[in-house]
């Protein structure tokens, strides 16, 4: 009862309190049920009560994804504006905002056509930006870059480097960001996120999609291509296939003629 009346209460807001989305209450609840089954585990409850719990439904949202022509677009549009090279990494990789923003020039390797994430950028109200590591172990990860990234990313350290002689700054360190602020320091997320709405809202022909809009075309065009679910869980960085599988699943084609098929070939059509 006492769960029951704190999941209602937190999505109407009550109290004064801000309303949270029934996602957000899911997060609670998870949180809850782990808590309360180590409890259980160690006899200090005898029940974990939330396993009683079912948690607000989240309502199906049908994603942003970028059709070719409107990829082509939205760069045509972007051309020449300092947002260019973070979303061409963006659709090239389907890094997160907070990844590509604490991309350091010693994570690039334009050699061997990779980079390496290793950390991520996030903005808090109590702690302002902090630079922080990856919440799983498949967060941390390398990922190929395609031929036309790695050309754009070896013009972007270039035009990096005459920007910081001009200001008498010097060569950049190793350790440099990638897509840092015209001074060079830590890009706040959510004035990244600022920059893409004004960008797409003066480009025509493109829909007012989201910057994260970018990840979810990457990792359809993946699908596309017929990459498995599991090398696409490990370069988009989910703790786990069956997260790509809940968000991107609508997306797989249905094969099950082929596995007719294929079932048909192993035996020699002697069934």
Known sequence: VDLNELYGALLRGDDGRRA????????????????????????????????????????????????????????????????????????ATGMRRGELLALRWCDVYLDGAAVQVEQSLEQTKKFGLRFKAPKTKYGRRRITLPPSAVAELREHWKAQQEARLKLGLGKAPAESLVFPTWEFKPRSPNSLTKEWREAVARTKGVPRVTLHSLRHTHASHLIAAGLDVLAISRRLGHSSPTITLSIYGHLFPNADDRAANAIETAFGGKL
């Open 20 to 91: 949270i989305a029934p996602r957000t209450v899911g997060h609670v609840h998870r949180v809850l049920h782990r808590a309360l089954g180590h409890g259980q585990r160690w006899g200090v409850l005898q029940q974990n009560v939330a396993e009683l719990i079912t948690p607000p439904r989240v309502a199906a949202t049908e994603l942003e994804i970028l059709a070719p022509a409107q990829v082509q677009t939205v760069l045509t549009g972007l051309k020449g504006r300092s947002i260019y090279s973070v979303c061409v990494t963006a659709l």
